[in-house]
């Protein structure tokens, strides 16, 4: 397992080696639209087009890309409101994102949901849930009927350093372990839980890592700006949880460049950090990645391109769409359609 | 026809239902091996076996949280929360989740669940082991709230929950558990939304749930014998959905309408009806509709205190009575 102080430097990489040609170009593919999507997502609400609340995971791109790459079809994602990144991963059509935040009829719940509650069963995507922990005995419950039925999907539940101290987790860990399901918990470790610094209210350095062997659990850490280490980390775990083994905990360091919400400025942060970590920013190291490998300038500059111009076609959409139909203000609250609860 | 106990009658309907669908699966603290704390679960461990009838730590929201994602992901399970007080600990689910997925993702999530847990008081067990809960799970849209008076209803409204494609909190009254009743041979499958004409009566309606219902049935007859009140009882069975028509129509026969309620009196179940008959109902009506509550207290532990907290027979018949005698 690849963690942050054994990470093996890329030099001398061939392009024949256990990720691949196609899979790397599939995940800087994955980041460069989380980061597209993500910045036009911040763009949008400058302009007033998307209201309410959004969390973004710029910075963090490559854990969802990492973890999305490895998934087979049929593996379930759980996702917390910081989801648009894990959402966009899983191949659901930005415009559908986008439309979702603004509001519009386009969009993935046409406008039920919102920023916080990104779902899309046909990708996998199984909710973007907004109260901290409550998804990972979810996700358990998934991997259960997997276990059951003898499915071999796995369920994949990501979540940031601040639930570590929720019980929930602690509920849904030690459940896992005990009933062994296929299920892979993933921190992704930002360093604040929201404005405060993780290590200011955490017993342990490494909130979820450090927790792991209170649960019979090996102590993984990962570098979640490295998408190859992600992709490693995660395929181990799928692999593990396909075998019947059992769930596994990885905890992957990263670091989110805006504030916690739309609201938070990130005042909080020590002078130079963000600097430091943009040294190591996911996409200009996989793209550095992908030079070494012998990927060209031009090979990379195309996907680049037709992100961007997807994103910008996106947002056209998006802004043409109307606003959803009136009528969904009452639909599905129940299994007949409506919202009917006397006769 | 058999005489069943309320709580073997629990222990048929989720084997029936269990031996009819196998994606129906049944989790819960000590509810294998052990048969329940209540002895309503007693026999489905070697009936169906570890893989569907499974022991789980006291992790309520581990419990509620996976039966919702086993439900959103095809099976059906009941979960059990062992008495009903301990939803508080787990009401995040209940409150914020399975009752909201469908909605919120416009229909994409299906969660077909059933919550099964010992509701109510009468045990001496104290303020957190013997609360009537209802009206916490009846104010949440998206929820369906049952909570049956006899062993036949515990079997066909068990058997209606775990067919609903909606999540079902279903309360089994504590109190009831050893009271028994006569039961049918064979399947048995209730409607939920319909309440239950229990005792026809042209004076008075009288509407009640659970441990009330026997309750009122007693002061009905006690009001008959002792005053010639003839009273109607309806066991209201499912808060959500609502049988609003048997009652209003037996309101428009009856004129009065009274409500014996266990939960504590602010927000419940009781008040939503009285609102519900002042607009529909109001012109049928020939005097105010009078609510017998437990008071706005904490239930007490000993015997003495509790039984004077909760609704009683006596109660019932002496609030009755001094309304249409008034």
Redesign the interface.
Known sequence: MSTIEDRAPAAKATLNDDIGEDTRLAMYRTQFVIREAEQRAYDLFLQNLVKGTSHLSLGQEAVAAGFAVAMRKGDLSFCTYRGHAHTLARGVPIDKVLGELMGRDNGLMRGKGGSMHLTSVDHGVMGSYAIIGAHLPIACGAAWRAQYKGEKDVSVCFFGDGTTNIGAFHEALNFAVVWKLPVVFVCENNLYMEYTPIGDVTAVEHPAADRAAAYGLPRIIVDGNDADAVYRAASTAYDKARAGEGPSLIECMTYRYSGHSRADPAKYRPEGELEKWKERDPIKLYRERLKQFGVSDEAIARIENDVKREVNEATETCKAAPPPALDLLTTDVYADGGFAWRN | MAELTYRDAVIRGIAQEMARDPDV?FLGEDIGKAGGVFKATVGLYDQFGP??V?D??I?E???????????????K?IAEIMFSDFIAVCF??IA??FSK??????????I?LVVRTGNGGGARFGAQHSQSVENWCMMI??L?VVAPSSPTDVIGLLAASVR???PVIFLEHKSLYATKGEVRDGEIVDTL?TAKIVRPGKDATILALALMVPRAVAAAEKLKNEHGIDCEVIDVRSL??????TILSSVARTHRLFTVEENPRLCGWGAELVS?AADEAFYDLDGPPVRITTPHIPLPSADILEDLALPSVDRIAERVQRSLNS
């Open positions: 699966v893989l569907r499974r789980t730590p992790s929201q581990a419990i509620l949280g996976a039966a919702m994602g086993a439900a959103m992901t095809g099976l399970p995040d689910y914020n989740e997925s469908r909605y919120m993702t416009n229909g994409q999530v299906k077909p849209p998206g369906k609903d494609p909606d939304g959500v959905p609502l049988d609003t028509q519900i």
